[in-house]
C-alpha cells in the first residue's frame, strides 16, 4: 500500500479583494463610497473594460461593468432579503446607527439577533444596487474557537481578526 504524503495548503497571506459584476458600475461605486465609506484608488489603466476599485476597512472592492450576456447572470435587485444568501458582511459597533444611515438611504434591509451561550450578534442585511447581499454586524463578539480536530493554529485564526 502506498502511504499518502501529505498535502499542505496554500500559502496565503489575507484576502484581498472582492470582485463584483455591476449593472452600471457608476451606481455601484455611488454606493459603495456613500453608504459603506470605500474610497475609489487607482485602477490600472491596462484594463480596458470599465470599472472601479474602492478601498477601506482592509479589504478592497473591485467592481465590474456587466457586458451584455452577463447581464442575466446577476441576482434580480426586488428580491427577498435572505441572510443565507451568498453575502459579504461587515463588522460595526453601532448597528444602531446602520439602522440610521440605512433609512436615511432609503434602503430596505432586515435585522437578526444570534443569542448563543449568552453572547448576542446583531446583523442587518440588505441588497446593493445589483442585488448583491450584504451584511453589517457584532460578529467579533462572538469568540474563535477552533474545532478540536483541526490543525489551524490558533495564533493564524486570532491575528486574522
Same mark, same amino acid.
Given at each position: 500500500? !502506498? &502511504?499518502?504524503?501529505?498535502?499542505?495548503?496554500?500559502?496565503?497571506k489575507?484576502?484581498?479583494?472582492?470582485?463584483? @459584476?455591476?449593472?452600471?458600475?457608476?451606481?455601484?461605486?455611488?454606493?459603495?463610497?456613500?453608504?459603506?465609506?470605500?474610497?475609489?484608488?487607482?485602477?490600472?489603466?491596462?484594463?480596458?473594460?470599465?470599472?472601479?476599485?474602492?478601498?477601506?476597512?482592509? &479589504?478592497?472592492?473591485?467592481?465590474? =461593468?456587466?457586458?451584455? =450576456?452577463?447581464?442575466?447572470?446577476?441576482?434580480?435587485v426586488?428580491?427577498?432579503?435572505?441572510? #443565507?444568501?451568498?453575502?459579504?458582511?461587515? =463588522?460595526?459597533?453601532?448597528?444602531?446607527?446602520?439602522? =440610521?444611515?440605512?433609512?436615511?438611504?432609503?434602503?430596505?434591509?432586515? #435585522?437578526?439577533?444570534?443569542?448563543? !451561550?449568552? @453572547?448576542?450578534?446583531e446583523?442587518?442585511?440588505?441588497?446593493?444596487?445589483?442585488?448583491?447581499?450584504?451584511?453589517?454586524?457584532?460578529?467579533?463578539?462572538?469568540?474563535?474557537?477552533?474545532?478540536?480536530?483541526?490543525?489551524?493554529?490558533?495564533?493564524?485564526?486570532?491575528?486574522?481578526?
Amino acid at each position: 500500500m !502506498a &502511504i499518502q504524503k501529505e498535502k499542505h495548503s496554500l500559502p496565503l497571506k489575507s484576502l484581498n479583494h472582492v470582485s463584483r @459584476v455591476c449593472r452600471n458600475v457608476h451606481v455601484t461605486t455611488h454606493f459603495y463610497e456613500k453608504v459603506l465609506g470605500f474610497i475609489p484608488i487607482v485602477r490600472p489603466g491596462a484594463l480596458k473594460f470599465d470599472g472601479a476599485w474602492l478601498h477601506n476597512y482592509g &479589504i478592497s472592492v473591485h467592481l465590474l =461593468q456587466a457586458e451584455n =450576456q452577463e447581464l442575466s447572470l446577476l441576482p434580480p435587485v426586488d428580491k427577498e432579503i435572505n441572510s #443565507r444568501d451568498d453575502h459579504l458582511s461587515f =463588522q460595526s459597533d453601532s448597528i444602531a446607527g446602520v439602522e =440610521q444611515a440605512l433609512q436615511e438611504h432609503g434602503i430596505k434591509y432586515t #435585522r437578526k439577533t444570534i443569542d448563543e !451561550a449568552g @453572547v448576542s450578534i446583531e446583523q442587518v442585511f440588505f441588497h446593493d444596487p445589483d442585488g448583491f447581499m450584504i451584511e453589517i454586524c457584532t460578529c467579533e463578539v462572538f469568540p474563535v474557537k477552533p474545532l478540536a480536530a483541526t490543525t489551524a493554529s490558533i495564533c493564524n485564526l486570532l491575528s486574522a481578526r
